[in-house]
């Protein structure tokens, strides 16, 4: 794999760490800014909706630039964003602040996602992937506990901050390692045409809109849970805040392990890792809320449930990006849209199951319908798709 790829890594791992560390703040957010739990905890739906809106639009938008151009102008966005949100004092901006994150955020894994497949064999975009998440579940092992803990020991502002130094190196390293793509910097073509248009229109296989919904479903069921993991570890099973960090790094050391597999397996055999994933993960989020009050079972299911989260989801991702070769850029944002759609009604959803008076283990009853949507919603399509097949062999007899 080329060296360039790891250093794209570097680069989603800050930005991994913001996307996922209010899971670890959402409590001292709340107290600070004199809101709710669940308001707090919209932040991450916040987030969730800017990378909906600029996963696509930022993803247009990059292919009038050469890509190093368009990773660098929105990795500094992204920087810049974060130092806003380390100095404000007032919810509205803090929450902006997510908004403008998440639109660079969506614009970079876009083009990152392009570029990393671009240089890799045809049948290596499993593997590709699976290095770039690699850094999103690297700030899931490191950067959310440590946010977690800066947060612990000097306020959630200090998390901020943290991330805006993380990034300064991603942005020295993208400069310097990654090359510029000539194709989108000298053809002169406008966003919405030319290249645009005949990337919107490989985007239109049904195999890709399948796994582009059941994306959105599974990462719906993984950020419900996770966003409110902190407050189910401290409430309903009695783990103290000081153990708090070492839950969330054992849910992201699954997630890497979790990812891991899906780059061994997303190239070779997907379905089997797809269905028996999703089915395990239903069989998780289910034991997990009904055990929720054992730390035992919590640390277990924890590690268990990051790993198959992410296995699941990578491979997901993989499988847009082969649906939609003829799309490369466009297919990364809509996936990345997908994903965090998912991202956005997921701790919507639990914030609401939480504030109808159903407690902290509701969110995990939440995770488990959405799999099991996701799980009826792809058998009821391999049911059709097998209908269909046996109506062109009926016809053909």
């Known amino acids: ?44 739906s916040a987030f969730a909706v800017g990378m909906i809106v600029g996963a696509p639009s930022m993803a247009v938008l990059s292919l009038r630039w050469s ?61 590709a992937t699976s290095i770039l998440l690699g850094g ?27 991330v805006a130094l993380l990034s300064v190196p991603a942005v020295i390293a993208v400069a310097r390692a990654v090359p510029a793509d000539a194709r989108t910097a000298t053809t002169g073509t406008k966003a919405g045409s030319g290249t645009a248009r005949t990337e919107l229109r490989a985007l239109r296989s049904p195999q890709l809109l399948l796994t582009l919904l059941l994306g959105a479903l599974v990462n719906g069921a993984t950020f419900c849970a996770f966003t409110y993991l902190e407050p189910l570890a401290t409430h309903v099973t009695g783990i103290g805040d000081a153990w708090v960090p070492a839950l969330l790094a054992l849910f992201g050391l699954g997630s890497s392990v979790g990812v891991a597999l899906g780059g061994r397996f997303a190239d070779t055999r997907p379905v089997p890792l797809l269905v028996g994933g999703a089915v395990a993960l239903l069989a998780g989020w289910t034991a997990l809320a009904l055990t929720a009050g054992n730390p035992v079972a919590v640390v277990a299911l924890a590690f268990t449930q990051g790993l198959l989260s992410f296995a699941v989801g990578s491979t997901l991702i993989s499988q847009a990006l082969y649906a939609a070769t003829g799309a490369p850029t466009l297919a990364g ?15 919507w959803a639990g914030g609401q199951a939480i504030a109808a008076g159903l407690g902290y283990r509701s969110p ?32 053909n007899i």
């Open 333 to 347: 944002g809509f996936a990345t849209a997908a994903l965090n759609i998912g991202a956005a009604v997921g701790p």
């Open 1 to 44: 794999m080329p060296f360039v790829l790891y250093l794209l890594a570097l680069a989603v791992f800050a930005q991994g760490t913001s996307e996922f560390m209010l899971s670890g703040l959402v409590s001292d957010i709340a107290a600070d800014m004199e809101v709710s739990v669940p308001a707090a905890g919209s932040l991450t």
């Open 67 to 127: 890509r190093r151009r368009a990773l660098l102008g929105f990795l500094v966005t992204f920087l810049l964003a974060h130092v806003v949100g380390a100095l404000t004092t007032s919810y509205a901006v803090l929450l902006g602040t997510r908004v403008v994150g998440a639109l660079a955020n969506a614009g970079f894994l876009a083009v990152a996602l392009a570029t990393a497949t671009g240089l890799v064999a045809p049948d290596a975009k499993g593997r």
């Open 136 to 162: 999103t579940t690297l700030a899931c092992v490191a950067g959310v506990p440590g946010g977690a803990l800066l947060g612990q020991l000097w306020g959630w502002r200090a998390a901020f901050w943290a």
């Open 364 to 395: 995990l009853w939440v995770s488990a319908l959405l799999v099991t949507l996701a799980l009826t919603t792809a058998g009821v399509a391999l049911l059709a798709r097998r209908r269909r097949q046996g109506r062109k062999i009926a016809l």
